[in-house]
């Protein structure tokens, strides 16, 4: 069972950036997805990004054209920049790795939060 490591969140300023790590115990190379989640208070996981073994690229709506998801086999590391962070986009991020196309659950990391201040 692979293990997920999540790094990078922090306090930053509404307009700035931050890069988030999602490292793995494990090879990702056949992991079927990589995907990077958030919760704020009072709502619901939502998938922000997500990668496929494939490098194909998944992005919600609120982020796309700011946030842009990469995986680094060699390094069995998922990453996730963001950047013009907006108020909005505090929550909790959360890494998640599907073994395959029938994982429905996933492999969850133990979250990192990302604060972005007006």
């Known amino acids: 069972q692979v293990q997920l490591v999540e790094s990078g969140g922090g306090l930053v300023q509404a307009g700035g950036s931050l890069r988030l790590s999602c490292a793995a115990s494990v090879s990702i190379f056949s992991i079927y997805a990589m995907g990077w989640y958030r919760q704020a208070p009072g709502k619901q996981r939502e998938l922000v990004a997500s990668?496929?073994?494939?490098?194909?690229?998944y992005y919600v709506d609120s982020v796309k054209g700011r946030f842009t998801i990469s995986r680094d086999n060699a390094e069995n590391t998922v990453y996730l920049q963001m950047n013009s962070l907006k108020p909005e986009d505090t929550a909790v991020y959360y890494c998640n790795a599907r073994h395959s196309v029938y994982d429905y659950t996933g492999t969850w990391g133990q979250g990192t939060q990302v604060t972005v201040s007006s």
């Open positions: 990668i496929t073994s494939g490098d194909s690229a």
